[in-house]
Nanobody
Framework: QVQLVESGGGLVQPGGSLRLSCVAS????????VHWYRQAPGKQRELVAS???????TYADSVKGRFTISRDNAKNTVYLQMNSLKLEDTADYYC?????????WGQGTQVTVSS
């Protein structure tokens, strides 16, 4: 049974940092891409960052230069380091692994940027 568990969200002031984690189980994690999405209240879910099995990364324009996605295959974990957080980064953050013919999602972790 594939399971993804996100953690690391919380309340942070503008300009602050958080590191999100997505831990996977039940899947050959290292061969699959992993994606971080976010969904703000009243908005559609959007893709934030991706990393493929080889470590290649891509980012949404809105987070380039501020967020860094990385993976530790030995720990079956993908991280999203978020720096210089802005009010508009407030959202629920989800990781997704497209694998075995379907998409697997975690339950999400909430990030609130507020002064």
């Amino acid at each position: 049974q594939v399971q993804l568990v996100e953690s690391g969200g919380g309340l942070v002031q503008p300009g602050g940092s958080l590191r999100l984690s997505c831990v996977a189980s039940g899947i050959a994690f290292s061969v699959f891409s992993v994606h971080w999405y976010r969904q703000a209240p009243g908005k559609q879910r959007e893709l934030v960052a991706s990393i493929n099995g080889g470590g290649r990364t891509t980012y949404a324009d809105s987070v380039k230069g501020r967020f860094t996605i990385s993976r530790d295959n030995a720990k079956n974990t993908v991280y999203l380091q978020m720096n210089s957080l802005k009010l508009e980064d407030t959202a629920d953050y989800y990781c997704k692994v497209p694998g075995y013919g379907r998409d697997y999602w975690g339950q999400g972790t909430q990030v609130t940027v507020s002064s």
